[in-house]
């Protein structure tokens, strides 16, 4: 990343993770709150969250540290050589801990942790709206100075960090008709707001990317990009609020296999980084090879999702979530 522009875009691409933890919040009010009965909801993120987690991640130490011999972060988790089973115990226990076997796998047991503190979100609902607001405010000010964690490597501190996203989701499910009709008519202006704040970061901070420290409790700047995706969060659903009652097939099948997706694309990535397919496509401009990753590693992931769901049709969601 040379030019202003090239990191502008990077900035806009970089941090979807706060989309995510946004439309959990979102759902989890919309969805579960009338009926909500915490240990059905618990069993049923168990099997088809944390499930196929497990087995992937455990599927990728027996590959990456036992076969190919390239353990992720090895520096950080494996100090002294591996000779007792239960140094490899250990092993596997800091992998599941951290996700960070893979590189989208951290999101994990941070989102079981925000499950397994349901109960005090109901609480949270519950709240007047003011103090609701008010909470997610003080939290939302701590969290730009927290930044996330690095490498993404502390669940707790990742729970710190999106804890006001979370509630913000659940705040918006509950206002759900006045937040769309604040922002009818206002796309054209939060987008060009994402776009002067991912300029603003640079700017200020000669930064592209997201914020990450090792300490909670120390400042480096305030987390400009956080902001930036609480922004994209309402520039997104004043978009997408046009299509709400539009049935888009190919949308729904995609939203379908998502968490698939999101289980194999790792893999994808860490081979086609182990087999330097990404070094054979230096010839081509930047932004070519970018969209070109994109939609071959997403139909590559799709493609195996569906041959799964066709090899394993009754047992594909507890090893893939679909």
């Not at 202003?4 to 959990?24: D, H, P, R």
Request: charge should be positive.
């Amino acid at each position: 990343m040379e030019s202003f522009y090239e990191k502008v875009f990077a900035n806009l691409v970089s941090g979807g993770t706060t989309l995510f933890v946004f439309i959990s919040g979102f759902f989890f009010h919309h969805v579960y709150y009338c009926k909500f009965q915490y240990w059905r909801f618990m069993l049923k993120k168990a099997k088809y969250v944390l499930l196929p987690y497990i087995v992937l991640s455990l599927a990728g130490v027996m590959c990456f540290v036992f076969y190919l011999e390239r353990p992720p972060y090895a520096e950080v988790f494996i100090g002294e050589p591996l000779y007792h089973w239960q140094d490899y115990v250990r092993l596997c226990a800091k992998y599941l801990w951290t996700g960070s076997i893979l590189d989208a796998y951290w999101y994990v047991p941070f989102i079981m942790i925000m499950f397994a503190l349901s109960p005090l979100f109901i609480k949270q609902i519950r709240l007047p709206m003011t103090a609701q607001t008010a909470l997610f405010i003080v939290l939302l000010c701590f969290s730009v100075i927290s930044h996330r964690p690095s490498h993404n490597l502390s669940p707790i501190h990742s729970v710190i960090y999106f804890l006001p996203v979370y509630m913000l989701g659940i705040m918006c499910s509950i206002k759900k008709e006045w937040v769309f009709k604040l922002l009818e008519g206002r796309s054209f202006i939060l987008g060009g707001c994402v776009v002067a704040m991912s300029m603003a970061q640079i700017l200020i901070y000669n930064k592209h990317g997201n914020f990450h420290k090792e300490e909670l409790f120390s400042y480096r700047g305030v987390d400009m990009m956080l902001l930036q995706k609480i922004l994209m969060c309402f520039f997104l659903l004043s978009l997408l609020n046009k299509f709400e009652n539009k049935n888009i097939h190919f949308l729904k099948y995609m939203a379908s296999a998502s968490f698939a997706i999101y289980f194999i694309h790792p893999w994808i990535i860490y081979f086609f980084d182990y087999l330097s397919i990404f070094k054979r496509l230096n010839f081509l401009p930047d932004a070519l090879v970018f969209m070109i990753t994109v939609l071959l590693v997403i139909a590559l992931s799709l493609a195996i999702a569906v041959f799964f769901k066709w090899a394993l049709p009754h047992k594909s969601r507890f090893l893939i979530g679909w």
